[in-house]
């Protein structure tokens, strides 16, 4: 995992943190890289999956 990205919203953060790690992440990884509780991302994650930014496989993210 890569370290927290600094100076973007939290969209834009999650897409980083996403797309820095190419296996796919969870939601509790996301979470602890931006050092928040998973609740508070999960609906900017719902809005990038909305807008086709990031796929789910099974319980990681991907960059879509």
Avoid: Q, W
Wanted: charged content about 40%; cysteine-free.
């Amino acid at each position: 995992m890569k370290a927290k990205a600094s100076g973007l919203t939290d969209k834009e953060k999650n897409l980083s943190i996403i797309k820095d790690n190419p296996e796919g992440i969870t939601l509790p990884e996301i979470a602890y890289i931006m050092e928040v509780a998973s609740i508070s991302i999960s609906r900017e994650i719902k809005k990038l999956l909305k807008k086709d930014r990031i796929k789910k496989k099974r319980n990681k993210y991907l960059s879509g």
